[in-house]
């Protein structure tokens, strides 16, 4: 027989597709993509408003003003997985970019050869995503009767599981170039600077309800 579902979701929902909304005139308006007068992609509006879209907003979101952008996913690959941690009493440890909350702003980029890049600027050559909602994410796993748990930033989850001690642990036995990389590598994945990704990457348990608070998620 089958056993419970583990799944570790590393960077997988930032690249799903995102749809976007402009708020203008009081209403809300789907951002497309359309050719200028050189047959070149560019960003515009749609003429009309998406019919009765604020009922759906998070309530935060519906004071935005006017110009501001809101970003959603379809949420069934978010379904889908919380339905196998039910079902097969497993858990799930989803690792991204992107805000706790719900809200507005246009984080959609596009990266190619480890550079930021114009997201329509090479269609079909480079990277694109966008941050998650985890709000948005752990609502969707929680409706499915999965038990949720953060979002906490990427340098506490490491930081639980001991990531310094085993920087140490590792520095023992190096070198001094090896031990400045150990320390740079610990820097970059904890570090809350402009340049680490402890505070941009959330984590997020799905789990089970009989499983208990997962490790890490401990208060």
């Given at each position: 027989?089958?056993?419970?579902?583990?799944?570790?979701?590393?960077?997988?929902?930032?690249?799903?597709?995102?749809?976007?909304?402009?708020?203008?005139?009081?209403?809300?308006?789907?951002?497309?993509v359309r050719l200028d007068e050189h047959d070149l992609l560019e960003f515009g509006v749609a003429p009309e408003s998406i019919p009765q879209f604020e009922r759906l907003l998070p309530p935060r979101v519906r004071d935005?003003?006017?110009?501001?952008?809101?970003?959603?996913?379809?949420?069934?690959?978010?379904?889908?997985?919380?339905?196998?941690?039910?079902?097969?009493?497993?858990?799930?440890?989803?690792?991204?970019?992107?805000?706790?909350?719900?809200?507005?702003?246009?984080?959609?980029?596009?990266?190619?050869?480890?550079?930021?890049?114009?997201?329509?600027?090479?269609?079909?050559?480079?990277?694109?995503?966008?941050?998650?909602?985890?709000?948005?994410?752990?609502?969707?796993?929680?409706?499915?009767?999965?038990?949720?748990?953060?979002?906490?930033?990427?340098?506490?989850?490491?930081?639980?599981?001991?990531?310094?001690?085993?920087?140490?642990?590792l520095k023992a036995n190096a070198d001094r170039i090896k031990a400045r990389e150990i320390d740079n590598a610990l820097a970059r994945l904890v570090g809350r600077s402009q340049k680490g990704m402890g505070s941009l990457?959330?984590?997020?348990?799905?789990?089970?309800?009989?499983?208990?608070?997962?490790?890490?998620?401990?208060?």
């Open positions: 027989p089958a056993g419970p579902s583990i799944v570790i979701a590393n960077e997988f929902f930032d690249a799903l597709p995102v749809n976007q909304a402009v708020k203008q005139d009081g209403g809300w308006h789907t951002r497309v935005a003003k006017d110009g501001e952008i809101f970003e959603w996913r379809s949420d069934r690959a978010a379904l889908e997985l919380a339905r196998r941690i039910v079902r097969d009493k497993g858990a799930a440890l989803v690792i991204d970019y992107g805000h706790a909350a719900s809200d507005v702003g246009d984080t959609l980029q596009a990266v190619g050869g480890h550079a930021f890049a114009e997201p329509l600027s090479a269609p079909g050559t480079v990277d694109l995503t966008a941050h998650v909602d985890f709000e948005a994410l752990v609502h969707t796993a929680e409706s499915m009767g999965a038990a949720c748990f953060g979002p906490i930033e990427q340098s506490e989850l490491l930081r639980n599981l001991g990531i310094e001690t085993r920087a140490h642990t990457f959330k984590a997020v348990a799905v789990t089970h309800r009989s499983l208990g608070v997962p490790p890490a998620f401990s208060a």
